[in-house]
């Protein structure tokens, strides 16, 4: 076991480069950006602790998260992380069938949605499940205007006093590499989904050595289109850069054009995702002819990769598949 969770990662990054570029998220609809630097994701993950804690939050709660690849993700879990508190990412395309029998089996005290993604009121539907979760006591809503909305619970500044309070807190509560800090759910294809229990060793044990393998370093710039929600994104778009002190490029949903145009743009050297993903890449550079110098390596996972199409993207990329 590697015998780090993320903050201790985390926190050498912020030490080494506290103004370095850290993350940069797309919203894929609207082409809205947000970059920040690991100071910035400190500062305002110490905002979402202390608003969490106010919320009777602490460790070994489980709080689900039903966001897309976002900052508010990655900010709410580093947030999470301070408190002790068990994330729980679901994908964003459950809906009341899959969510109420999770969220009732992890007894999930919080609940954090999109108002709306790709066209679906996620509000309303986590509204609906409420009666039927004995155990949820709070709903809170990214990009809602309301009073169970993530700025107001979570991102007010005022919330920014409380900081210095919740140091002790954090310091007791946060726990060691072997305490759960992630509950995910498999697909349930063979039955009902099992609840799975992660902590930093079993996540980061595959992690150190695949980095190594791959010759990933703090100089790479990560991009990830696969959901956070599941492990490929959660854990190599995710916690991987954070443990390197690499950039991570987050898109909340894919779409060809855009991931090649910012492979080029914002120098990408490495991505992993299916091979629907690699084949949608290499099509939209053969018709674009975007520039692929930057990226080295395209890691392909989740089902078979034909001979052909490996041939095309190790061509058309001018990376190695």
Not at 56 to 71: E, F, I, P, R, T
Not at 99 to 114: C, K, S, Y
Request: proline fraction near 4%; hydrophobic fraction near 50%.
């Amino acid at each position: 076991w590697p015998r780090k969770t993320l903050l201790d990662y985390f926190e050498a990054a912020l030490h080494r480069a506290p103004d370095a570029l850290a993350l940069t998220s797309i919203a894929t609809a609207t082409g809205a950006r947000r970059d920040m630097s690991w100071a910035e994701i400190d500062r305002l993950s110490w905002r979402a602790a202390v608003g969490l804690h106010r919320l009777g939050l602490g460790k070994d709660d489980v709080l689900a998260c039903q966001l897309s690849n976002s900052w508010e993700f990655v900010v709410l879990y580093v947030a999470c992380r301070k408190l002790g508190i068990v994330f729980n990412p679901v994908m964003p395309i459950f809906r009341e069938r899959e969510l109420r029998f999770m969220l009732r089996h992890g007894e999930a005290q919080a609940f954090v949605v999109p108002r709306e993604f790709r066209g679906f009121d996620h509000e309303a539907m986590a509204a609906g499940l409420r009666a039927d979760l004995p155990d949820l006591r709070h709903v809170i809503v990214a990009g809602g205007t309301g009073a169970d909305s993530f700025d107001a619970l979570l991102m007010d500044p005022a919330l920014d006093a409380g900081v210095a309070a919740l140091g002790p807190v954090s310091r007791r509560d946060r726990g060691d590499a072997d305490d759960v800090c992630q509950l995910i759910y498999t697909s349930g294809t063979t039955g009902e989904p099992k609840g799975v229990m992660h902590t930093a060793n079993t996540m980061y044990s595959n992690l150190v050595a695949y980095a190594d393998r791959l010759h990933l370093g703090a100089g790479d710039v990560v991009l990830m289109a696969s959901p956070m929600a599941h492990q490929t994104g959660f854990m190599y778009g995710f916690l991987m850069p954070v443990m390197l002190g690499a950039r991570m490029v987050l898109m909340d949903s894919w779409d060809r054009l855009m991931a090649a145009r910012l492979i080029a743009s914002e120098a990408v050297t490495f991505t992993m995702a299916s091979t629907p993903f690699l084949m949608d890449l290499t099509n939209a550079v053969e018709e674009t002819g975007a520039d692929m110098a930057s990226l080295r390596i395209f890691l392909c996972a989740g089902t078979a990769i034909p001979g052909p199409l490996v041939e095309r993207a190790t061509r058309g990329l001018g990376a190695k598949i």
